[in-house]
Nanobody, 122 residues
């Protein structure tokens, strides 16, 4: 059974950093895509970043480019989201997901981790 376990959220001041981890178990994801989404109160779940598990190619929304970095450790079957220069508008519940291809649509992903709250105070 596939399981994605997310860790690393918390409360940070604006300008600070956090690193989220998403540890996968139950299968390997060679050839798959891993992504981070976030959902702010009253808003839809939105794409943040994604990585192709095999090639390491990455994709970001414009608002996080240069501040967030998605990466993966194949040996640990884990995906990370390093978040620097955090802003209050980054406040949301963050989710990791794995699917067969890169997509900005959260419904295209097959496996989900539990959310973790990221709160950025001004």
């Amino acid at each position: 059974q596939v399981q994605l376990v997310v860790s690393g959220g918390g409360l940070v001041q604006a300008g600070g950093s956090l690193r989220l981890s998403c540890a996968a178990s139950g299968r390997t994801f060679t050839g798959y895509a891993a992504a981070w989404f976030r959902q702010a109160p009253g808003k839809e779940r939105a794409f943040v970043a994604a990585i192709l598990w095999t090639s390491g190619s990455t994709y970001y929304i414009d608002s996080v480019k240069g501040r967030f970095t998605i990466s993966r450790d194949n040996a640990k079957n884990t995906v990370y989201l390093q978040m620097n220069a955090l802003k209050p508008e980054d406040t949301a519940v963050y989710f990791c997901a794995v699917g067969s291809h890169i997509s900005y649509d959260y419904t295209d992903y097959d496996y989900w981790g539990q959310g973790t709250q990221v709160t950025v105070s001004s």
